[in-house]
Antibody
Framework: QLQLQESGPGLVKPSDTLSLTCTVSRDSISSDRFYWGWIRQPPGKGLEWIGNIFYTGNTYYNPSLKSRVTISVDTSKNHFSLKLRSVTAADTAIYYC?????????????????WGQGSLVTVSS | DTQMTQSPSSLSASVGDRVTITCQAS??????LSWYQQKPGKAPKLLIS???SLETGVPSRFSGSGAGTDFTFTISGLQPEDIATYYCQQYDNLPLTFGGGTKVEIK
């Protein structure tokens, strides 16, 4: 059964870069059936899509975060990563990585059929 | 962006009750809608895709319907383990967007 595990610092200083990695187990990240995505959830609030990546390296970002976000993939390590630059307290959230099913309808637009457990990242000095 | 308006934001119902949540899209999204269940302290779990297709292993008391801009999620007999927040998500276009969530509690 697929497993996704987020890893990275739980505390980041304002103006620094948030970096997280999602390691995929028991499935290959190199599949054209799936996208690999990041979604975040501020404490006590709803879900916000950050972006997706395809195994080829094609990326799709939320315009609200696009200027600060980079998602990359390393197929040799079967993991993908998130970098969010110039963070503020508003970026404090649980960050989830997830597998997105490629419906083939809209480029870069899946639904998420499997999620990691989430990683709480707090932005504070 | 396609805005997803979910209602109610919270509800309280008795065990065995029929529970209905609605999700309205600001644009026609055909049937490209999914529903997730998020229990406290846990990651969301996919319940339904393509507006009405139940995921394998999800109890049949959960169901979804709708197309275009108006969608409904139903629990036909609320169970104590269904206490959670439920979210809709459209995947018709980018950016992907979620509804604000509906918190379901037991009365």
């Amino acid at each position: 059964q697929l497993q996704l595990q987020e890893s990275g610092p739980g505390l980041v200083k304002p103006s620094d870069t948030l970096s997280l990695t999602c390691t995929v187990s028991r499935d290959s990240i190199s599949s054209d059936r799936f996208y690999w995505g990041w979604i975040r959830q501020p404490p006590g609030k709803g879900l916000e899509w950050i972006g997706n990546i395809f195994y080829t390296g094609n990326t799709y970002y939320n315009p609200s975060l696009k200027s600060r976000v980079t998602i990359s993939v390393d197929t040799s390590k079967n993991h993908f990563s998130l970098k969010l630059r110039s963070v503020t307290a508003a970026d404090t959230a649980i960050y989830y990585c997830a597998r997105g099913f490629n419906t083939g309808w809209s480029l870069g637009a899946p639904y998420f059929d499997s999620w990691g457990q989430g990683s709480l990242v707090t932005v504070s000095s | 962006d396609t805005q997803m308006t979910q209602s109610p934001s919270s509800l309280s119902a008795s065990v065995g009750d029929r529970v209905t949540i609605t999700c309205q899209a600001s644009h026609d999204i055909s049937h490209y809608l999914s529903w997730y269940q998020q229990k406290p302290g846990k990651a969301p779990k996919l319940l339904i895709s393509t507006a009405s297709s139940l995921e394998t292993g999800v109890p049949s008391r959960f169901s979804g319907s709708g197309a275009g801009t108006d969608f409904t999620f139903t629990i036909s007999g609320l169970q104590p383990e269904d206490i959670a927040t439920y979210y809709c998500q459209q995947y018709d276009n980018l950016p992907l967007t979620f509804g604000g969530g509906t918190k379901v509690e037991i009365k």
